[in-house]
């Protein structure tokens, strides 16, 4: 697969992330919260903080397929270790730990104020789990893009 093939299939994939992404956070969460609430009626209270927390831990997630784009435009060009792409690969890194520490510390503090059940944070473990594997990922990446560059541009000054 040549680099314009490889960009393109990657924007696909961040197209796809952003519709999946949004149809979750408008549609599918809502109408799960307002399933639960019709259900456990208790919970009516409760809907609206947990909506908006979800929905401000996709802000961070929109900006991360920005920064995903960016990288896919890049290796559109053929920079596939540009600086552009390590610095995009460093805010992924940072958004989604961002995302992830904010995750965990509001799970807990909706637990602590009687808010949320400790099956929730549980389930919760697994989004963290994973916003750590990408953050860590993302950071690895862009060490050893940062380690390319630097290669490359030692490579082009040797004829």
């Known amino acids: 697969m040549n680099q314009a093939n490889l960009s393109k299939w990657l924007k696909a994939i961040a197209v796809a992330i952003s519709i999946i992404l949004t149809l979750t956070l408008l549609i599918i969460i809502p109408q799960m919260g307002r399933d639960i609430v019709r259900y456990n009626p208790e919970f009516s209270n409760l809907y609206y903080i947990w909506l908006s927390f979800i929905w401000t831990m996709g802000i961070p997630c929109y900006f991360v397929v920005v920064f995903f ?91």
Not at 79 to 108: A, E, H, P, V
Not at 121 to 135: E, K, N, S
Not at 136 to 155: F, R
């Open 69 to 159: 784009w960016r990288i896919s435009n890049e290796i559109g060009k053929n920079n596939s270790f540009s600086d552009k792409n390590i610095n995009s690969l460093i805010w992924i890194s940072r958004l989604t730990l961002f995302d992830t520490i904010y995750c965990f510390i509001g799970n807990l503090i909706l637990l602590i104020l009687n808010m949320s059940h400790p099956g929730i944070l549980i389930i919760f473990l697994f989004v963290i789990f994973i916003g750590i594997v990408i953050a860590i990922v993302s950071g690895a990446l862009s060490h050893l893009a940062k380690k390319a560059n630097t290669i490359e541009k030692e490579n082009e000054l040797t004829v």
